[in-house]
Every structure is written in structure tokens, then in C-alpha cells.
């Protein structure tokens, strides 16, 4: 399990890389579409690739956050539970999470095959919305795998639940 673990932490960390230089895009395309509209020279279909690639720098992340354990997480009820009570309460969450992202995994691969079969395409620039959909199921499934190892890890006694790192 442990090479697997390193092996989705390297995913991750790429998929995570991918989502920095999407977001740098972004920025860059953002301000140069600001400063050349100030000389009525508009970049044609902007909105649209920044759209894109916010949904993957959204979606790429997810699994880095994960594993960095960087989601908001809200401790004040489990603070007070019984350290028993707070792995129940982490089976549940992290069952439920990764049930969640299943369901997001399979509904964006689902709806890309429809647009792909559509031949659905953005209004200006005629992008395909299907390879962004599938990036949103990949990165998903990869947060499953993260959680799952996680989970795996509290189950055997090898971690303590993130919420009990701060003890």
C-alpha cells in the first residue's frame, strides 16, 4: 500500500501542478484581455477559456487539498467526542466523501459522453466541453483514491484521523 500511496501522492502533485499553471493562464489571460480592451483590442473567447480552466484548477486541486488536508474542516463538535466517537464520526465522513465523489466521477464522465456525442462545443472559439467533464471525473476518482487510503490508513491504526493531529 505504501507505493500506491506514493504513486497517487505523484498524480496528485502533478494534477495539482497542471491546476497552478492553469490558474497563471487565467491571470495572465485575464490581464492581458484588460489592458487591450483599454485600446478596443479584445482576446476573442476569454470568458470561455477562462471558464475552462477554472474548472480545472478547481477540479485538479481537490486531490492535493486532500492529501494537505487543506479543506476547512469544522472541529468544534468533534473536539468534545470521546476518541472513539471521532473515528466513527471519520468512517462515516469519509465513507460518505467518498460516495460523493463517486457520484461526481461517474455523472461528469456521463455528461462528457453525452457532449461528446452532441458534438457540443463552446459559442465563440468551438472548444468540446467533453475533455474538461472528463478531467473533472479523473480528478475525482484520484480524491476517492486518496480518501480510500486514508481510511485505510485510521483502519489499521497506522494515523490518527486528521482531526486529531492538532492533540
Known amino acids: 500500500m505504501a507505493s500506491g500511496s506514493i504513486q497517487i501522492r505523484r498524480l496528485a502533485d502533478f494534477l495539482n501542478l497542471i491546476a497552478g499553471w492553469a490558474l497563471i493562464i487565467m491571470t495572465f489571460l485575464t490581464c492581458a484581455d484588460v489592458i487591450l480592451r483599454m485600446f478596443r483590442l479584445p482576446i476573442l473567447g476569454t470568458f470561455e477559456i477562462v471558464g475552462f480552466l477554472g474548472a480545472v ?9 486532500t492529501i494537505m488536508r487543506g479543506h476547512v474542516a469544522v472541529e468544534v463538535l468533534t473536539q468534545k467526542l470521546s476518541d472513539n466517537a471521532q473515528r466513527i464520526i471519520f468512517v462515516i465522513t469519509s465513507a460518505l466523501s467518498i460516495v460523493l465523489f463517486l457520484l461526481l466521477a461517474y455523472e461528469c464522465l456521463r455528461f462528457g459522453n453525452d457532449l461528446r456525442i452532441e458534438k457540443e462545443v463552446s459559442l465563440t472559439l468551438h472548444i ?40
Do not use: N, R
Open 128 to 167: 468540446p466541453f467533453f475533455p474538461v467533464l472528463y478531467g473533472i471525473s479523473f480528478s475525482s476518482l484520484i480524491v476517492c483514491i486518496v480518501i480510500f487510503i486514508d481510511f485505510w490508513k485510521v483502519l489499521l491504526g497506522k494515523e490518527k484521523p486528521w482531526f486529531q493531529w492538532k492533540k
Open 57 to 65: 484548477v478547481a477540479s485538479f486541486a481537490m486531490a492535493h487539498t
